[in-house]
């Protein structure tokens, strides 16, 4: 039977879930920031004012890693039945966060500069004309902003590990780092629109000039610090670094629980938001089937795609290999 019908014992490979709704939230950010990063550049060429000219190419910066994150979503739907992919396109939706969380910091650091530059050398400020752009910036993203985040985020899975891991690894679990990014992006300028406007109103009414260049290191200081915190998330998942993940000592937890039975090697990976492929290589005296490893992983829901190996210890030292089966809920 199996020779006539293998199809029916092949793993799927698309383990991500359906995002068409993020990636249409997604597309009016873009849309919406480019229209005003146009407008700004549009009006500030034809009113000569540098402050309108600078907030727009400064969205523009917004605009072009938003649409990292838009691309990313597009591609990992398009090809996420596409089989040169070993597990799926999630990937392509963290690389580009990863990207996005590069520009991000780029802004931060030109951030910096522009405002050394102008604490070295100020410039004449047209207070009223610079407020009216700031708060423009600021409502075009807090708009854009509770767009991104009209779907909530999902908190709703049941965790088997110990109370203390279910806390430090949920974050870990439930993040779509690539709406992340694009959120941060948002943030980030409202942000700096808020700190503009504390700092211009400071220099109009209170003589504080070096509020400006001041507040935007602070504000520069802040998104780094963001990017950081998401090339850090993202590029753990590319470079596959999960072993420190609670779900290994939960999967060693089920697999050991007979007393007998030691695990010799362990590799897991990421294969979606909130699902991991692992392969397990073990060791027991007694001879216990691969359904029955299975049953116990059934505990381990993030699971979505396994492998184990088994190698019976007959006498002390000395190991023979038995059998290797890829985990299939259909037999034979």
């Not at 029916?8 to 009016?28: M, Q, S, Y």
């Not at 992340?180 to 000039?209: F, M, P, Q, R």
């Not at 795609?305 to 290999?321: A, D, L, Q």
Request: glycine share 6%; charged share 20%.
């Amino acid at each position: 039977m199996h020779n006539e019908r293998i199809e029916l014992w092949r793993h799927h490979h698309t383990f991500n879930v359906e995002k068409k709704a993020i990636e249409t939230r997604t597309l009016i950010v873009v849309i919406i920031t480019f229209i005003t990063m146009v407008a700004e550049i549009l009006f500030g060429w034809i009113s000569n004012s540098m402050a309108l000219l600078a907030d727009g190419w400064h969205m523009g910066t917004h605009a072009f890693a938003l649409g990292i994150s838009l691309i990313a979503y597009i591609m990992a739907r398009k090809y996420a039945k596409d089989h040169s992919f070993t597990f799926g396109t999630w990937k392509i939706e963290i690389l580009g966060a990863y990207t996005s969380a590069i520009v991000l910091g780029l802004v931060g650091v030109i951030m910096i500069f522009s405002s050394i530059e102008r604490m070295i050398s100020p410039l004449n400020i047209h207070y009223n004309q610079a407020i009216f752009v700031a708060v423009l910036g600021f409502l075009v993203n807090l708009v854009c902003a509770v767009i991104l985040n009209s779907g909530g985020h999902s908190h709703g899975h049941e965790h088997h590990y110990r109370q203390e891991d279910e806390h430090a690894d949920h974050k870990h679990h439930h993040e779509d780092l690539n709406l992340k990014s694009a959120y941060l992006h948002v943030v980030a300028d409202a942000l700096t629109s808020v700190l503009a406007i504390a700092a211009l109103l400071g220099a109009k009414y209170y003589e504080l000039n070096w509020l400006d260049p001041f507040m935007g290191i602070v504000g520069a200081g802040l998104i780094i610090r963001w990017s950081f915190l998401l090339l850090k998330d993202s590029g753990g998942i590319l470079l596959e670094r999960e072993m420190d993940n609670p779900v290994v000592n939960e999967i060693k937890k089920e697999i050991e629980s007979d007393g007998d039975s030691k695990i010799s090697d362990l590799h897991i990976w990421k294969v979606a938001q909130d699902k991991y492929a692992c392969i397990v290589s073990l060791v027991a005296a007694k001879k216990y089937s691969i359904e029955e490893y299975k049953t116990r992983l059934k505990n381990v829901h993030e699971l979505a795609h396994v492998t184990i190996e088994i190698n019976e210890c007959k006498n002390e030292g000395t190991f023979r290999h038995v059998e290797t089966q890829e985990e299939k809920g259909t037999r034979c």
